[in-house]
């Protein structure tokens, strides 16, 4: 098994308090909205995320008993007391609350009302809906230079109301969910793309504005429930959540699952249909594969309701995981999201900082040039030149400390390029740069590979066979198959790369970079050696 350095975050639950905290981040978002209208220039901005509070009773009662209580508690407009002393579950879930349909809604077509996502400038806004998504409101000390207004702007957590470059990938995941709602069906729609391509903040996107629409009573009510692999012990763990945001009862996970293979297997015309966000799924399969199987059979039982939409950062993760036959069989719906360009970086950091002028085209060009060739990934384009405006600002603090005040007012493309440099400069690639040239050179191999198949893990045996390729290509001396799986240990001890320890040495073990690819990538470009650059520039 692959070892990840990934660890579970817990987050305390508790009902009353989510309710409290439910009114109070409405009571704020009236009064940022109020702000808002007077400050005009950040209406597009919606706050980063938080993990939701809610409060919890517990129980070990049978299925029907629990989806009853379950019912009662959640379509009722008063909060339950809870029976025992709240209880702190581990991971975080975003269980919605329910509505009451005043009419009945029939089947549509989904092509037909699909809202485009809203584009900067429209001066919509989200407002909380029924199914809210986690959301922290950041308080805003007035009045902010357009510096710090940049920096805000630019900062990761903060995602916009629109999402550029992502229209079609949103109306895409927006038809299947939507008509799975209104038609009663399960459906199981597959996302796959490298990290920082907007995945998981499309598909929130997605969720806000279905749930806006239920809301509206534009679409049967539906219940969302998030489940990230990241946050889970075991792959198992998901049972338990998703059933206790269906029932609001917790299970262990071996009867969870029992008692949610029951429920699907159930006729029930009241069932709302669920929609459950699996995000990074890629850490849940390689623990175990049952997991993934139920997840994605489950939608295809006739009476489930259940859509799952599934956000992997590997292509052919199903393919792996369950064989061929049985994922064919699945028939999941596949979306990917292509890395950005280095166009769509520009348009993805432009659009954040409409109305902030602070920053010269070229500056922002030559960011998105660099980030666009390497990775395609929005995080570290937005990364970059939050710290160009830090940059610019220390150098502007210190220049008046001095006594010699400067008159700068614009990120340029020379401080972008020191921001770039120190941001390349991380110890990862730090660390690269200082391997020996077999080290680097396996890396390089592991990179090539991933960027053929297109998957993050790659196998012992492909990577050892392009290795070789490449002494031949550099005309250096190839190392003995002792010496390779030594070096790839080696790679191991310094966290430069996760293996599957239970198979070292053996051709299927399963290795992937514990890098960015793209620190590897640079740490080669930095480094002498002009044929591995070439290689990696190939
Ligand atoms: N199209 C986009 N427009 C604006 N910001 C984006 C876009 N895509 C990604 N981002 C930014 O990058 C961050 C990471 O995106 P995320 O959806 O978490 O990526 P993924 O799930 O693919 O790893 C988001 O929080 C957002 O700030
Ligand atoms: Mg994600």
């Given at each position: 098994?692959?070892?990840?350095t990934?660890?579970?975050?817990?987050?305390?639950?508790?009902?009353?308090?989510?309710?409290?905290?439910?009114?109070?981040?409405?009571?704020?978002?009236?009064?940022?909205?109020?702000?808002?209208?007077?400050?005009?220039?950040?209406?597009?901005?919606?706050?980063?995320?938080?993990d939701?509070?809610?409060?919890?009773?517990?129980?070990?009662?049978?299925?029907?008993e629990?989806?009853?209580?379950?019912?009662?508690?959640?379509?009722?407009?008063?909060?339950?007391?809870p029976?025992?002393?709240?209880?702190?579950?581990?991971?975080?879930?975003?269980?919605?609350k329910?509505?009451?349909?005043?009419?009945?809604?029939?089947?549509?077509?989904?092509?037909?009302?699909?809202?485009?996502?809203?584009?900067?400038?429209?001066?919509?806004?989200?407002?909380?809906?029924?199914?809210?998504?986690?959301?922290?409101l950041?308080?805003?000390?007035?009045?902010?230079?357009?510096?710090?207004?940049?920096?805000?702007?630019?900062?990761?957590?903060?995602?916009?109301?629109?999402?550029?470059?992502?229209?079609?990938?949103?109306?895409?995941?927006?038809?299947?969910?939507?008509s799975?709602?209104?038609?009663?069906?399960?459906?199981?729609?597959?996302?796959?793309?490298?990290p920082?391509t907007?995945?998981?903040a499309?598909?929130?996107?997605?969720?806000?504005?279905?749930?806006?629409?239920?809301?509206?009573?534009?679409?049967s009510?539906?219940?969302?429930?998030?489940?990230?692999?990241?946050?889970?012990?075991?792959?198992?763990q998901?049972?338990?959540?998703?059933?206790?945001?269906?029932t609001?009862?917790?299970?262990?996970?071996?009867?969870?699952?029992?008692?949610?293979?029951k429920?699907?297997?159930?006729?029930?015309?009241?069932?709302?249909?669920?929609?459950?966000?699996?995000?990074?799924?890629?850490?849940?399969?390689?623990?175990?594969?049952?997991?993934?199987?139920?997840?994605?059979?489950?939608?295809?039982?006739?009476?489930?309701?259940?859509?799952?939409?599934?956000?992997?950062n590997?292509?052919?993760?199903?393919?792996?995981?369950?064989?061929?036959?049985?994922?064919?069989?699945?028939?999941?719906?596949?979306?990917?999201?292509?890395?950005?360009?280095?166009?769509?970086?520009?348009?993805?950091?432009?659009?954040?900082?409409?109305?902030?002028?602070?920053?010269?085209?070229?500056?922002?060009?030559?960011?998105?040039?660099?980030?666009?060739?390497?990775?395609?990934?929005?995080?570290?384009?937005?990364?970059?030149?939050?710290?160009?405006?830090?940059?610019l600002?220390?150098?502007?603090?210190?220049?008046e400390?001095?006594?010699?005040?400067?008159?700068?007012?614009?990120?340029?493309?020379?401080?972008?390029?020191?921001?770039?440099?120190?941001?390349?400069?991380?110890?990862?690639?730090q660390?690269?740069?200082?391997?020996?040239?077999?080290?680097?050179?396996?890396?390089?191999?592991?990179?090539?590979?991933?960027?053929?198949?297109?998957?993050?893990?790659?196998?012992?045996?492909?990577?050892?066979?392009?290795?070789?390729?490449?002494?031949?290509?550099?005309?250096?001396?190839?190392?003995n198959?002792?010496?390779?799986?030594?070096?790839?240990?080696?790679?191991?001890?310094?966290?430069?790369?996760?293996?599957?320890?239970?198979?070292?040495?053996?051709?299927?073990?399963?290795?992937?970079?514990?890098?960015?690819?793209?620190?590897?990538?640079?740490?080669?470009?930095?480094?002498?050696?002009e044929?591995?650059?070439?290689?990696?520039?190939?």
């Amino acid at each position: 098994m692959v070892q990840t350095t990934c660890q579970n975050r817990t987050t305390p639950v508790r009902r009353s308090a989510r309710r409290r905290s439910y009114m109070n981040l409405q009571e704020r978002l009236e009064r940022m909205a109020d702000e808002m209208e007077t400050d005009d220039e950040d209406k597009d901005f919606s706050p980063p995320k938080e993990d939701v509070e809610d409060e919890t009773p517990t129980s070990d009662d049978a299925v029907e008993e629990t989806e009853q209580k379950g019912r009662k508690t959640r379509g009722s407009k008063n909060v339950a007391t809870p029976r025992k002393r709240p209880r702190q579950v581990s991971s975080t879930l975003t269980p919605s609350k329910l509505y009451t349909p005043r009419k009945k809604v029939g089947n549509r077509t989904p092509s037909s009302r699909i809202p485009n996502t809203p584009t900067l400038g429209s001066g919509r806004r989200w407002k909380l809906s029924a199914t809210p998504l986690p959301e922290r409101l950041q308080e805003r000390s007035t009045p902010r230079s357009e510096f710090e207004k940049a920096r805000e702007r630019l900062h990761v957590s903060v995602v916009p109301d629109a999402l550029p470059c992502r229209e079609t990938e949103f109306a895409e995941i927006y038809g299947h969910v939507e008509s799975a709602i209104n038609e009663g069906t399960g459906c199981c729609v597959y996302i796959s793309g490298v990290p920082g391509t907007g995945k998981t903040a499309t598909v929130h996107r997605v969720m806000r504005a279905l749930s806006e629409a239920a809301e509206q009573e534009e679409i049967s009510p539906f219940q969302f429930v998030e489940i990230n692999g990241m946050k889970l012990t075991e792959p198992s763990q998901s049972y338990s959540l998703l059933l206790e945001a269906l029932t609001g009862q917790k299970f262990s996970a071996a009867h969870a699952g029992d008692l949610l293979e029951k429920r699907f297997n159930t006729v029930s015309p009241d069932r709302q249909s669920v929609v459950v966000l699996m995000d990074e799924l890629d850490l849940l399969v390689t623990k175990n594969q049952t997991v993934m199987y139920n997840f994605f059979n489950w939608p295809n039982l006739a009476h489930s309701r259940l859509i799952v939409v599934a956000v992997a950062n590997t292509m052919d993760l199903p393919e792996r995981m369950l064989t061929n036959r049985v994922s064919s069989r699945l028939g999941l719906t596949r979306i990917n999201f292509q890395p950005y360009t280095h166009q769509q970086l520009i348009e993805i950091v432009q659009s954040r900082l409409e109305r902030v002028r602070c920053f010269e085209k070229d500056a922002i060009v030559l960011c998105a040039r660099k980030v666009g060739a390497i990775s395609g990934d929005a995080r570290r384009a937005l990364d970059i030149c939050r710290r160009g405006v830090e940059i610019l600002e220390a150098t502007l603090r210190n220049a008046e400390a001095a006594g010699k005040p400067l008159d700068q007012k614009m990120v340029t493309m020379a401080v972008i390029d020191r921001a770039v440099k120190e941001m390349f400069a991380s110890p990862a690639v730090q660390s690269v740069q200082r391997a020996s040239t077999h080290q680097r050179l396996f890396l390089v191999a592991i990179v090539r590979n991933v960027r053929r198949g297109g998957t993050a893990e790659v196998e012992y045996g492909q990577v050892a066979d392009e290795h070789i390729r490449l002494c031949k290509l550099g005309n250096i001396q190839n190392p003995n198959p002792s010496d390779l799986i030594a070096v790839c240990a080696q790679l191991a001890t310094c966290r430069l790369l996760l293996v599957e320890f239970s198979r070292a040495g053996d051709r299927r073990q399963r290795i992937r970079l514990n890098v960015n690819e793209e620190d590897v990538i640079t740490a080669v470009r930095n480094g002498g050696e002009e044929w591995l650059r070439r290689l990696v520039e190939a």
